[in-house]
């Protein structure tokens, strides 16, 4: 499994970004998208799940939300007012079953 987030950039606080993830030998289940921020441990941030379902930690929620397309081949992070805490690098991995961790992509929010 080879996974890869793409998307990321540098915005300012309140800014919007669209984050992908693609993959290959995997079909898009049980999904999430994690976060490291500078110095910090990598935390699972949004999930979507293979009934639809998702979840999201506190500090996101109401401002990103997860989708997957209708194949469940690509995965995307549309994250909304943006605040300098979301600064980091962007990752998608399984949700539960955790593949190998592939390509990120930095978030970064000045303020």
């Known amino acids: 499994v080879q996974l890869q987030a793409s998307g990321g950039g540098l915005v300012q606080t309140g800014g919007s970004l669209r984050l992908s993830c693609a993959g290959s030998?995997?079909?898009?289940?049980?999904m999430g998208w994690y976060r490291q921020p500078p110095g910090k441990q990598r935390e699972l941030v949004a999930s979507?799940?293979?009934?639809?379902?998702?979840d999201y930690v506190d500090s996101v929620k109401g401002r990103f939300t997860i989708t997957r397309n209708n194949a469940r081949t690509m995965l995307y992070l549309q994250m909304n007012s943006l605040q300098p805490e979301d600064t980091g690098v962007y990752y998608c991995?399984?949700?539960?079953?955790?593949?190998?961790w592939g390509q990120g992509t930095q978030v970064t929010v000045s303020s």
């Open positions: 991995n399984g949700a539960k079953t955790i593949y190998n």
């Open positions: 030998r995997i079909t898009f289940n049980d």
């Open positions: 979507v799940f293979s009934n639809g379902n998702t």
